[in-house]
């Protein structure tokens, strides 16, 4: 036995030998460590989360495309990804994910694809027809909005009183009844 004339306490010695034990005696109080809250979800607009059961199962591509074109796609890339889909589809069958990455046309595009490729998606074939209904609701009924803006950015370009802005009030006003606005 080697003793150096230091005096260390029984119960010192027995934290470092077992750090995992609970001690026998009071423990001086410890704040409890601060609970973060978990980052609040990014809201998947229906575009993305469409693209992504497409990247995820290419045969749903057919009966979406009955339903929903490029110009559906209120973000560019967002459509950028979505011709690829459907092009490549076209031309040779179920696209392969690299080619699609090699089509990308930007880095934001690979980055999407990236994570539409790696997100979770729906198994439960019910679910997904679900899901897939909900998608294309949702892009359809921001279509009759997006046309009103459109012919708003229009009217501000053309001449009062002239044919071509008469139509285009005639138009906006169809779109109004057809669907009337909503405020979100």
């Known amino acids: 036995m080697l003793t150096c004339g230091v005096r260390v306490p029984p119960e010192v010695l ?9 001690p026998r005696g009071p423990t001086p109080y410890q704040a409890p460590a601060r609970s ?30 009955r339903q929903v074109s490029p110009e ?10 979505y011709t690829v889909l459907a092009g490549r589809a076209l031309e040779d069958g179920p696209p392969v994910f690299a080619r699609m ?9 690979t980055q999407l694809l990236t994570q539409m ?15 897939l209904q909900d998608c294309i609701t949702k892009i359809r009924q ?5 046309q009103r803006q459109r012919i708003i950015a229009q009217l501000r370009t053309v001449g009062d009183g002239t044919a071509e802005q008469q139509r285009l009030l005639q138009e906006y006003n169809r779109l109004s009844k057809e669907q009337p606005m909503s405020f979100s």
């Open 36 to 65: 973060r809250r978990p980052p609040s979800p990014t809201p998947v607009s229906p575009e993305y989360a469409l693209l992504q059961m497409l990247c995820h199962n290419v045969r749903l591509l057919e009966q979406v495309q």
């Open 142 to 146: 921001r279509q009759p909005k997006a």
């Open 14 to 22: 027995q934290r470092q030998m077992y750090p995992h034990q609970t």
């Open 117 to 131: 490729a790696m997100g979770s998606t729906l198994t439960n074939p019910a679910e997904v027809a679900a899901a």
């Open 101 to 109: 990455l090699e089509e990308a046309a930007n880095p934001r595009q």
């Open 72 to 81: 559906d796609f209120h973000d560019a890339d967002l459509r950028a990804i």
